[in-house]
């Protein structure tokens, strides 16, 4: 399973951009990166993927480097309420569609009024 | 309904007891999961149900039983429980079709404790 690296914790003033980094240079070419959050005492939430081009949603934008060894997830204008635990995954599609999700040790982003 | 319910929220028990875990959806998913998290360490994958079939046990002791009664519930039965076994429970479900867009949704956990 392609393992992921993350700083465990990055502080953010709130209404300016978070920029979370991560590394997975032991990708294969057809996983995907996920990126999951997880809020105090809550189950993880969803946020994104991709696989080569950047993309982008209504929570945050996802930018994958070219030789896709590394990623950003960017949270454009950051709110309290975006203070969670933040996952950088690469999935892992077992038989019959079930997928396989591994977390790494994630990025307790804080960020601060 | 986007929403995968657990119950119960929180579970003391001895390590005699013998009591189980239940997970629902009714998002139509065919793939659904148990998770285990420790205090301040990530989600760690214990069972995947595809089909209503095991797909994958990640070597989990026999004192944890999942089932998969139909497709829209899942159960971990417990019994003979350790106390290094307390933590919270996840439960996910997700599509299992091939394609790219499979997203896990997660419900809100057991906090279990054992005494």
């Known amino acids: 399973d392609a393992k992921t690296t993350q700083p465990p914790s990055m502080d953010c003033a709130e209404g300016r951009a978070a920029n979370l980094p991560c590394n997975h240079s032991t990708i294969s070419g057809n996983e995907y990166v996920y990126w999951y959050r997880q809020i105090h005492s809550q189950g993880p939430q969803y946020i994104i993927h991709g696989l080569k081009n950047n993309e982008t949603n209504e929570m945050a934008s996802l930018i994958i480097t070219e030789d896709r060894k590394s990623s950003t997830l960017i949270l454009p204008h950051a709110t309290l309420r975006d203070t969670a635990v933040y996952y950088c995954?690469?999935?892992?599609?077992?038989?019959?569609?079930?997928?396989?999700?591994?977390f790494g040790q994630g990025t307790r982003l804080t960020i601060n009024p | 309904d986007t929403e995968v319910t657990q119950t119960p929220k929180h579970l003391v028990m001895g390590m005699t007891n013998k009591k189980s875990l239940k997970c629902e959806q009714h998002m139509g998913h065919r793939a659904m999961y148990w998770y285990k998290q420790k205090a301040k360490k990530p989600p760690e994958l214990m069972f995947v149900?595809?089909?209503?079939?095991?797909?994958i046990n990640e070597s989990v002791p026999s004192r944890f039983s999942p089932e998969c009664p139909n497709s829209s519930l899942l159960n971990l039965h417990l019994h003979a429980l350790q106390p290094e076994d307390s933590a919270l429970y996840l439960c996910?479900?997700?599509?299992?079709?091939?394609?790219?867009?499979?997203?896990?949704?997660f419900g809100p956990g057991t906090r279990l404790t054992v005494l």
């Open positions: 995954i690469v999935r892992v599609r077992l038989l019959q569609g079930a997928q396989k999700l591994v």
């Open positions: 149900y595809s089909y209503e079939k095991l797909s």
């Open positions: 996910a479900s997700s599509h299992a079709l091939a394609g790219e867009y499979n997203e896990q949704f």
